[in-house]
């Protein structure tokens, strides 16, 4: 390879400079370890100056809708002798005050630097091992929220404005098992199989509100 490719001989190294990134940050709102920008930042900065890397970031668009922000950034990375890799990566963070923008912009760059790099999350799961529960509890599932009372029915409702509509049945569900537990039975009492699914519910409801949370950056910044 020639020397006016340096660029591509160094992403590499970089890659393997900078090794995995574990969940070491706590949002204790939402009870849940996460990767912070500053733990991508940390890997990320020895690696890039030892290899005489620089990363140029462009805005190439911002959208605005109340208190939500997308943005469309590319990434430079170049090398000394004037090659350069650019990327683009889409990302979109909500805030109430004047922070929308600037988380927009962190979670872009962790995201871009994750799959530029590959590199390795710890702890990270894939969203295709996990999936809705079947047709037959999300069918009972909304009567069942119902008996348990007004207030689980609209946690429910806020749920699915938080989380959006592909999420409505676990948290029926999870609501459902919740009434239960109130009426005085317990998830060890139940046919296996029922137990089961209902761990598995609660299960994805946690990874549900886990995933929205660190989409909207509802986290330490």
């Not at 709102?29 to 900065?45: G, M, P, Q």
């Not at 943005?71 to 889409?90: H, K, M």
Request: net charge negative.
């Amino acid at each position: 390879m020639s020397e006016s490719h340096l660029i591509y001989t160094l992403v590499p190294k970089v890659a393997a400079a900078v090794g995995s990134i574990g969940k070491n940050s706590r949002n204790e709102h939402f009870r849940f370890n996460y990767r912070s920008i500053d733990d991508v930042y940390a890997a990320l900065h020895k690696a890039l100056i030892e290899h005489e890397v620089t990363v140029t970031p462009f805005v190439q668009s911002a959208e605005y809708d109340g208190t939500a922000c997308r943005l469309i950034v590319d990434y430079v990375l170049s090398a000394t002798d004037g090659s350069s890799i650019t990327s683009r990566i889409a990302s979109e963070a909500q805030d109430k005050a004047d922070k929308a923008t600037s988380k927009a912009l962190s979670m872009a760059f962790k995201y871009w630097a994750f799959q530029q790099f590959c590199i390795p999350v710890e702890g990270s799961d894939d969203g295709d091992a996990g999936g809705l529960v079947p047709g037959g509890a999300r069918k009972s599932a909304p009567r069942q929220a119902r008996r348990n009372g007004d207030s689980d029915g609209k946690a429910v409702q806020e749920l699915a404005k938080q989380l959006g509509p592909k999420w409505v049945p676990v948290a029926e569900s999870f609501f459902a098992d919740k009434g239960k537990l109130k009426a005085g039975e317990t998830l060890s009492t139940l046919d296996p199989d029922m137990a089961a699914e209902s761990v598995k519910r609660f299960d994805d409801f946690i990874k549900a509100l886990e995933k929205h949370a660190e989409e909207k950056s509802i986290m330490p910044s």
